[in-house]
C-alpha cells in the first residue's frame, strides 16, 4: 500500500494540457474545500484541466496501528482511542467527500476534473503530482486550524518546494481591499514569473496592481527602469512602490496602506528568506501567491 | 301708615361728577399698573407668589370676563423680573442603565454650551480615534501583540512536538486532533516492527506518549484561556489608545465644567464608554457607527438662556403630555424607535423655578392631567411616562427617563363653583392649593375711586389702541359700570364688558369720524348692543301691545295685580309684568300656590306663598282659625316662577280677592316680604322698572303709571334716561315701599289701617274689610261644618248654598 497512488480520471480527458493543470490539494478539512472554489474559479477561467489530491498520510494510518494509540482533539483535549479501522474508515469517507465536492465544483463547466487518491507522506506526494507548468491550489491551514495555527506545515513545505506556482488560499476578507500587491527582486526570471501571476489575478478580479521593490533588492538602475517600462503590462492604475527598508512589520504595514487583495511574491524574493516572513504570511489575512 | 313720596329722578341715578374728571381725555392719564378696587386678589397673589412652603400654590377665582388671567399674568410677570432664571435641564445617555436617561441642571444659559462641546467632541472623537488606530505605533503594538500572543499559543505545542522529536515519537495530525507513535528517521515506525521491540523500550516509548499525550491535552485546554488573555490585551491596548487620544479634549472640558460634578461624572462615564467601545472606532472607512456617537449629544429639555427672571408659563392646553413632556418615536419600517434624545419637556418643566398658570376648567377636562398635576407637586419631581402607560396600556419597553426636582409655583384660574367642588370633592386639593385669591366682582364707588377708575380705563384704552376717550365719555362709562353693578355704589369690575365696550365705541366714533371717544358713542355702543340682544324682548313685547298676553295697565280690577319678572337670555336681560290672579272662598287655611301644583313653581316661590299664607293667618284671623281656600296664579306663564320678588304683589293680589277691594291695574309691584309684612329687597329692579315703562310706553301713555319696589332697592337704581325724564316730568312714578300697608294704600286707595290693642282695625279701613271678609268665611265654614255633621242629607244638599 505504502507509496500507492490511484488516480481517476473523468471520462473523456485528454493527455497533455499546454496550460497546465490546476492542483488542488483536498484533505477533508473546512479550508481545503474554500480552496477547491478558488481552484475551480482558476480552471474555470483558464480552461485548464482541474486535478484534486487526496493524500493518505501513511505516517497516521501506522499512528493508528498502535495498541496504544490515542487521538487527542484538537479542539477540546480529550483522549479517546484511535485505531486502524476507524482511520481506513474515515479516509474512505473523506476521499467521497472530496470526490463529490469536486463533482459539485466542476458541475457545468466543460473543464476536465479528476480525483488523485494517494498514499504516503502528503508533501512528497503532491510534489509527484506536480509540473512547472501546474498551479497549486491548497488552504493555508489543513486540519491543523483547529489548534488555531494560522499556516500548516504542508503549506509551508509546499511553498518552499513546488516547482509550480502555488496559491496560499484563505477566505477573501469581504472588506473593500481593492489591489494586487506584488513583491520584485533581483531576479528577472522570478519578477516575471511574479508580474505574470500579478497580472492574470489583476485581470480576473478587476483590480489595479501595486509593485513593491524591496530597497535591499540591489537593483541596478538600468534594471529599475526595465522593471518600470515593463509595469504596462500589469494594467492601467499601477502603482511603483520602494521600500527603503524591508521587514515583515513594514510590509504588513504596507500591505494595510494599500488595502492588498492578494499577496504575490517569488520564492526568490529576499523578503521570503527573511526571518519571521512564515509568521508575517501566516498574519496576513488574504491569499497569497508564491511563484517559482 | 304714611304712603311713601315717589323718587325723584336724581334718586333713580348716580350721576358721575363730571368734576371729579379732571382731564380732557384719557390721553394724559397715566397708566394704572395694577386694577383698583382688587386688593384682596393682590394681597393674596403677593403672599402665594412669595410662599416658600409646599403646597401653597394659588386658585384665583372669579366670574369669567374679570380679566383674571390678564392681572395674574401682569402681576407674576413684575414679580418674577426681580428673581433669577432657574436652571437648564438637559437629558444625556446614562452609561450605567440604557433606559434610565440621566438629567443634569446647569445654570441658566449654560445649556447651549454644554451641548455645543459635547457635539465638538463627538465630531472629533469620529475623527481623532480612528486616526489613532490607523497610526504606526498603534499598528506595531498591535502586531506585537498578536505575534506574542500567537508565539505563546504555538509555543505550547511546539514544545510538545519538540520534546516527542526529542525521544523518537511523532505528533502526527489527525482531522480531529493529534496523536503519538514511536518514529524513526521521521517516519513513524510500522507497528509490526515496533512488536520485535524489547518489552523495556515498548514501556518507555508508551509511558512517553502517555506523557506527552497528557501535556498536550493540559495545552490545548489551556488556549481558550490565552484566546482570551490576546482579547483582554488588544482590548487594554486599544483603552491606552483611546484614553491618550480622550485625555486632551476631556481633560479640557474637565476642567471647563469643573464647578459642576454632574457634569464632571458624565465626561467620566463618556470616556470610559469611548474606551469601552474603541473597536468599534477602528473602522476608518466608515467611521463610528452613528448610533455610538449619539450616545454623546445632549437633549437640552429646557434652555433659560434667554429667560429673564423667573419665568411665567402659560399653558393653554393643559393635557398630560403638554404638562409632564412626553417621549416621541421614530418610526423606521412600520417599527417604533425612541432614545434619550426624543424626551420632550412639558410645561412644568419650562416653568420649574418659576410660576405656571393654568385655566382650572381646562385643566379638569383634559384626561389624567389633574391627577398628574397632583402627583408633580406632591413629590416634588416631574417623570415622564405616556398617558399610555398610565392607564396601564402597554407595556412595550421604553424609557423610564430619571425624575425632575420640580420647584413651581401652580396658579389655578377658574369660576368660583369649581373652587368650592374641588374643595368639596377634592381631598388633596386644599392640601396642594392653600392660597385663595377671590376676584372682586364689583368695586366701591367713592370720590377716590373716580381717578383710579379713569385711569383703568385709559390703561385699557392704550391696551386696546383706541381712540382717547373724552371726560364724557369716560363718566358715562362709569355711570354705565354702576349700572352694570346694579348698584349706585358700585362699579363693575368685570373687564371683558368694559373692554368690548370700549371696542365697540370706538368703532362708532370712527364710523362718525370722530377724534376721540365721547359719551354718544358709549351710549351708541350700549344701545347697540341692547339692540341686537333684543328680539325676544320686542317679541314679549309684542305680544303684550297685541293683547295675546294680557297686561293691563290703567283701570282697577278685584284679584289682579301686575308683578315684575326678569328674564335672562345669554348675557342680556329683562323685566316684562306679569299678571297675577288670586282667587279666594271659605275653606280650611289654606293658599293653593298653582305655579307649586302645576310643578311650575320653584322653592323659593313656594317658600314665599308659605310665608304669605302664615302673614294672612297671623294678621287677619287673630287667635281663631283662618278659614280660606286661596289660590294664587302667574297668569300665561308657561315657564317656572322661581323666587320671592313677587310675594308683595301676591300678598296685595290675595288681600284684593278676600276683601273684593280694586287695586290700580297702572301700578306694578316688585318685593319680597317677610312674615311680619315687611318689604324686602330684590334683585333685577333696573330691568323690572324699564320693562314695565316700556310695556306701558307702547300702550299709549305713562302717565300716571309707576312701580312699587322695596325702600331698600332704591340705591340700586340706575335707570336710562327717557325713564327719568318721565320721572322728573311727573309722568312715571317709583315708590318706595317699606310695608305691605304702603302697598296696599297705593294699589287701593284706601288707608290700609292699623289694628288697635284688641286687634281690631279702624272702621272701612282696608284690613278691616279684609278681617270682615274672612270673618264672613270662617263663619260660612262652621255653618258647613256643623251641616255636615247632621249626617247623609246636608252632604247631599250642601255646598251650593253658602
Not at chain 1, 12 to 40: E, F, I, Q, T, W
Not at chain 2, 50 to 59: E, H, I, K, V
Not at chain 2, 223 to 228: E, G, M
Amino acid at each position: 500500500m505504502e507509496a500507492g497512488m490511484v488516480t481517476e480520471q473523468a471520462s473523456g480527458m485528454p493527455s497533455g494540457n499546454p496550460h497546465g493543470r490546476v492542483l488542488v490539494l483536498l484533505d477533508g478539512s473546512r479550508m481545503s474545500y474554500v480552496a477547491l472554489k478558488a481552484a475551480a474559479d482558476i480552471a474555470r477561467r483558464t480552461g485548464a484541466e482541474i486535478l484534486g489530491v487526496f493524500v493518505e498520510e501513511s505516517n497516521l494510518l501506522r499512528s493508528a496501528g498502535y495498541g496504544f494509540a490515542r487521538e487527542v482533539g484538537a479542539a477540546s483535549g480529550i483522549s479517546r482511542p484511535f485505531s486502524t479501522d476507524k482511520v481506513e474508515e474515515r479516509m474512505v469517507r473523506m476521499a467521497d467527500q472530496a470526490r463529490k465536492a469536486l463533482a459539485e465544483a466542476m458541475s457545468g463547466q466543460g473543464s476536465r476534473h479528476g480525483l488523485s487518491i494517494a498514499r504516503g507522506r502528503v508533501i512528497d506526494e503532491v510534489l509527484t503530482l506536480t509540473a512547472p507548468d501546474d498551479i497549486l491550489v491548497l488552504g493555508r491551514t489543513g486540519w491543523s486550524s483547529g489548534v488555531g495555527r494560522p499556516i500548516g506545515s504542508t503549506a509551508l513545505g509546499l511553498i518552499r518546494r513546488s516547482p509550480s506556482r502555488v496559491l496560499l488560499w484563505c477566505e477573501r476578507p469581504v472588506s473593500d481591499r481593492n489591489r494586487i500587491v506584488v513583491f520584485l527582486n533581483d531576479h528577472e526570471q522570478a519578477n516575471h514569473r511574479a508580474m505574470l501571476a500579478a497580472a492574470e489575478s489583476a485581470r480576473h478580479l478587476h483590480q489595479p496592481v501595486t509593485v513593491i521593490l524591496p530597497g535591499d533588492a540591489g537593483l541596478t538602475n538600468e534594471r529599475l527602469e526595465r522593471i518600470k517600462q515593463d509595469l504596462d503590462v500589469l494594467g492601467a492604475g499601477t502603482r511603483l512602490r520602494q521600500l527603503t527598508v524591508c521587514d515583515p512589520s513594514t510590509v504588513a504595514r504596507v500591505l494595510h496602506e494599500e488595502k492588498a487583495s492578494e499577496l504575490v511574491m517569488s520564492r526568490e524574493c529576499s523578503l521570503f528568506r527573511k526571518p519571521g516572513m512564515e509568521d508575517l504570511v501566516a498574519s496576513l489575512n488574504l491569499p497569497v501567491t508564491v511563484t517559482p | 301708615m304714611a304712603i311713601p313720596a315717589p323718587l325723584t329722578s336724581d334718586q333713580v341715578y348716580h350721576r358721575c361728577p363730571i368734576e371729579k374728571l379732571d382731564f380732557e381725555t384719557t390721553e394724559s392719564l397715566e397708566d394704572l399698573e395694577l386694577p383698583c378696587g382688587q386688593e384682596r386678589v393682590l394681597r393674596a397673589l403677593e403672599f402665594g407668589a412669595s410662599m416658600q412652603a409646599a403646597g401653597f400654590n394659588l386658585f384665583v377665582l372669579g366670574p369669567s370676563g374679570a380679566g383674571k388671567h390678564e392681572l395674574v399674568k401682569r402681576f407674576l410677570a413684575g414679580h418674577a423680573a426681580s428673581r433669577s432664571a432657574p436652571s437648564d435641564w438637559c437629558y444625556v445617555f446614562n452609561f450605567k442603565v440604557s433606559d434610565r436617561p440621566r438629567v443634569i441642571a446647569l445654570p441658566a444659559g449654560q445649556g447651549q454650551s454644554f451641548r455645543k462641546d459635547m457635539a465638538d467632541l463627538a465630531d472629533e472623537l469620529r475623527t481623532a480615534i480612528p486616526a489613532t488606530f490607523e497610526s504606526e505605533e498603534y499598528q506595531s503594538r498591535l502586531q506585537e501583540l498578536q505575534e506574542e500572543m500567537a508565539k505563546r499559543q504555538h509555543q505550547g505545542l511546539f514544545d510538545i512536538q519538540e520534546e516527542a522529536n526529542s525521544n523518537n515519537i511523532a505528533m502526527v495530525t489527525t482531522p480531529a486532533g493529534f496523536t503519538f507513535a514511536p518514529m524513526k528517521e521521521g517516519e513513524v515506525i510500522d507497528p509490526e516492527e515496533y512488536k520485535k521491540f524489547s518489552d523495556e523500550e515498548k514501556e518507555l516509548v508508551e509511558s512517553k506518549v502517555e506523557e506527552l499525550q497528557k501535556k498536550l491535552q493540559q495545552n490545548i485546554q489551556q488556549i481558550p484561556r490565552l484566546r482570551k488573555e490576546v482579547r483582554e490585551r488588544v482590548h487594554a491596548l486599544n483603552e491606552e489608545m483611546v484614553q491618550l487620544t480622550l485625555g486632551g479634549p476631556i481633560g479640557e472640558l474637565r476642567a471647563k465644567w469643573q464647578d459642576l460634578p454632574d457634569v464632571v461624572e458624565y465626561l467620566d462615564a463618556v470616556r470610559e464608554d469611548v474606551v469601552e467601545h474603541a473597536e468599534a472606532f477602528q473602522d476608518s472607512d466608515n467611521g463610528p457607527p452613528l448610533g455610538l456617537l449619539a450616545r454623546y449629544k445632549i437633549n437640552l429639555l429646557v434652555d433659560n438662556s434667554e429667560t429673564v427672571g423667573a419665568p411665567v408659563i402659560y399653558e393653554d392646553l393643559p393635557n398630560h403630555q403638554h404638562l409632564v413632556g412626553q417621549i416621541e418615536h421614530h418610526a423606521r419600517q412600520g417599527t417604533l424607535y425612541t432614545d434619550f434624545t426624543l424626551i420632550r419637556g412639558g410645561a412644568v418643566h419650562r416653568a420649574n423655578g418659576g410660576y405656571l398658570m393654568i385655566d382650572a376648567r381646562r385643566l379638569l377636562t383634559q384626561p389624567m392631567a389633574w391627577e398628574s398635576l397632583k402627583r408633580i407637586l406632591f413629590s416634588g419631581e416631574i417623570r415622564i411616562e405616556s398617558l399610555e402607560r398610565l392607564y396601564g396600556l402597554v407595556s412595550t419597553v421604553s424609557l423610564q427617563p430619571e425624575a425632575i426636582p420640580v420647584s413651581v409655583k401652580v396658579v389655578l384660574l377658574g369660576d368660583r363653583m369649581l373652587y368650592y367642588l374641588l374643595s368639596h370633592y377634592d381631598q388633596d386639593f386644599l392640601d396642594l392649593f392653600k392660597v385663595e385669591a377671590d376676584f372682586e366682582d364689583d368695586l366701591d364707588r367713592d370720590d377716590e375711586c373716580y381717578d383710579l377708575y379713569a385711569r383703568m380705563i385709559a390703561t385699557m384704552a392704550r391696551h386696546l389702541k383706541t381712540r382717547p376717550i373724552e371726560r364724557a365719555g369716560v363718566a358715562r362709562l362709569i355711570e354705565h359700570a354702576s349700572r352694570l353693578a346694579a348698584d349706585q355704589k358700585k362699579l363693575t369690575a368685570h373687564d371683558r364688558v368694559i373692554r368690548d365696550l370700549l371696542s365697540e365705541a370706538d368703532h362708532w366714533a370712527d364710523q362718525a369720524g370722530a377724534e376721540g371717544i365721547g359719551a354718544e358713542h358709549i351710549q351708541q355702543a350700549i344701545d347697540e348692543r341692547e339692540y341686537r340682544a333684543s328680539r325676544i324682548r320686542e317679541r314679549s313685547r309684542e305680544q303684550i301691545s297685541r293683547g295675546i298676553v294680557m297686561i293691563a295697565t290703567e283701570g282697577v280690577q278685584v284679584a289682579q295685580v301686575n308683578g315684575l319678572s326678569v328674564l335672562r337670555i345669554g348675557a342680556s336681560m329683562f323685566g316684562q309684568p306679569s299678571r297675577i290672579t288670586a282667587t279666594a272662598r271659605p275653606g280650611k287655611g289654606q293658599v293653593v300656590d298653582i305655579e307649586r301644583e302645576a310643578k311650575l313653581g320653584g322653592p323659593i316661590h313656594s317658600k314665599a306663598v308659605m310665608i304669605l299664607s302664615r302673614f294672612l293667618a297671623s294678621r287677619y284671623a287673630g287667635d281663631g282659625e283662618l278659614s280660606l281656600s286661596a289660590s294664587l296664579a302667574f297668569e300665561q306663564s308657561y315657564g317656572g316662577v322661581e323666587g320671592d320678588s313677587a310675594s308683595v304683589a301676591e300678598t296685595c293680589v290675595l288681600l284684593s280677592a278676600i276683601a273684593r277691594i280694586p287695586l290700580k291695574q297702572s301700578f306694578a309691584v316688585t318685593g319680597s316680604m317677610n312674615q311680619h309684612g315687611e318689604v324686602q329687597a330684590v334683585g333685577g329692579v333696573n330691568e323690572k322698572i324699564e320693562g314695565f315703562f316700556d310695556v306701558c310706553k307702547e300702550a299709549g301713555s305713562v302717565k300716571g303709571r309707576g312701580v312699587l319696589l322695596p325702600a331698600s332697592n332704591v340705591e340700586h337704581l340706575m335707570l336710562r334716561e327717557e325713564v327719568r325724564t318721565a320721572i322728573a316730568a311727573g309722568d312715571f312714578s317709583i315708590y318706595p315701599i317699606a310695608d305691605i300697608a304702603q302697598a296696599i294704600e297705593l294699589l287701593t286707595g284706601m288707608e290700609a289701617g292699623a289694628a288697635d290693642e284688641e286687634g281690631v282695625y279702624p272702621e272701612g279701613s282696608f284690613n278691616r274689610m279684609v278681617s270682615e271678609r274672612l270673618a264672613l268665611f270662617a263663619e260660612a265654614s262652621n255653618k258647613k261644618e256643623s251641616n255636615g255633621d247632621d249626617g247623609e242629607g246636608a252632604r247631599n244638599g250642601g255646598g251650593n248654598g253658602h
